[in-house]
């Protein structure tokens, strides 16, 4: 038997349109759409297309969009004007920040400068304190991606073994406290955990986000398990072509899970609608509106 795909594409499409129609009546009520400001700085290709993808999504559901292009020239000071003027600007419910950062700027003073009720990457050390306390805060898009299949496919998440495969502050450790924060018991593997297989075959779910592709191989994986792939890792076959693949050997992993989402088609799609949702989210909040339900 092979493991039921997780269709992150079809989940994202629908929470998308669901954002969409909460952002038009958010306008209706407050007058104005939901807006998101992003600061791209430099050149960088990957991070072009991300900014690109994220303008794209916001006016597509409907919201306000503030695209900031800034050379990779930027000194410090005037990044931190920016990044004032935006938590200033009443049309502006959150702001985006694309890392990386030319070496001259220091991404923690940015990001700390940031408005943390503007704070939609949830990078704030405000909003990662909050998160770790079992607060109520605004979470990184990735993470909460995640967290939205897994409780899609299974439902609670009580009592059950997971593992978390990488640390990072934007995947592994906000992910690590969601899941505890769902009563899941939590294992944290990095590069210098002893023997991950043994740690992974005893994990009901597995969430791979370490940059190495195909690392997570299907033995081992417990028969039946709920596995995440987090990865996007580009690699060229013999043909030449490129192509994406995540952490997880997939045709292995498909034979054994009981669930497992694809590269691409998997998290990807999920981190930009998360980041419409925590836009719709902070401008209810700004708005002094109520809560939108069902997100
Ligand atoms: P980082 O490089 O910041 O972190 C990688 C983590 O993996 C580290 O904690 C590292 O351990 C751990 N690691 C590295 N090698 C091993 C190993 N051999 N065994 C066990 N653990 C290991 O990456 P990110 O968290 O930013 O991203 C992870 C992956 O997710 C990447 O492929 C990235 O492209 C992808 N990604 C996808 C997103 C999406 O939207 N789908 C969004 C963000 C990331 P240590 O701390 O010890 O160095």
């Keep these: 038997m092979t493991a039921r795909r997780i269709d992150g594409k079809a989940a994202a499409a ?26 791209l700085v430099g050149e960088d290709p990957a991070s072009a297309v991300y900014v690109r993808m994220k303008g794209k999504a916001t006016a597509e559901a409907g ?10 020239t930027v000194s410090q000071a005037e990044l931190l004007e920016l990044v004032e003027e935006l938590n200033r600007d009443e049309r502006v419910d959150g702001i985006l920040v694309q890392l990386p950062l030319p070496a001259q700027v220091d991404s923690a003073r940015v990001i700390a400068a940031l408005d943390p009720a503007k ?11 909050r998160l770790a306390a079992g607060l109520d805060a605004l979470v990184p898009c990735t993470p909460l991606g995640c967290l939205y299949l897994l409780k899609a496919e299974l439902g609670s998440l ?19 406290a969601l899941l ?12 210098k955990s002893r023997d991950l297989p043994e740690i992974v075959r005893r994990a009901d779910v597995v969430i791979a986000a370490v940059g190495r592709p195909e690392m997570v191989r299907g033995e081992w994986i417990k028969p039946g398990a709920t596995v995440i792939d987090v990865g996007i890792n580009r690699i060229s076959s013999a043909d030449g072509k490129v192509r994406l693949v995540g952490d997880v050997a997939f ?3 498909v034979q054994v ?10 998290v990807g799609p999920m981190t930009i609608a998360m980041l419409l ?8 909040r700004r708005a002094g509106l109520p809560e939108p339900e069902g997100f």
Excluded at 31 to 38: I, S
Excluded at 64 to 69: L, S, W
Excluded at 257 to 266: C, F, L, M, N, W
């Design 119 to 129: 704070d939609v990457d949830g990078f704030h050390p405000i909003n990662v304190g």
């Design 277 to 284: 949702r925590n836009t719709l989210v902070t401008a209810h």
């Design 251 to 253: 045709d292995e992993a």
């Design 63 to 72: 919201m306000a969009g503030f695209a900031h292009h800034l050379p990779d």
């Design 257 to 266: 899970a009981g669930a497992i989402t694809p590269v691409p088609g998997g």
């Design 158 to 176: 009580a009592g059950l073994d997971s593992v978390v495969i990488g640390r990072s502050n934007i995947v592994g450790k906000p992910m690590a």
């Design 14 to 39: 629908e929470l998308r349109e669901r954002v969409a129609r909460s952002a038009a009546e958010f306008e209706r009520r407050a007058g104005r759409p939901p807006g998101l400001a992003t600061v």
């Design 180 to 191: 505890v924060a769902e009563s899941a018991t939590v294992t944290i593997a990095h590069s």
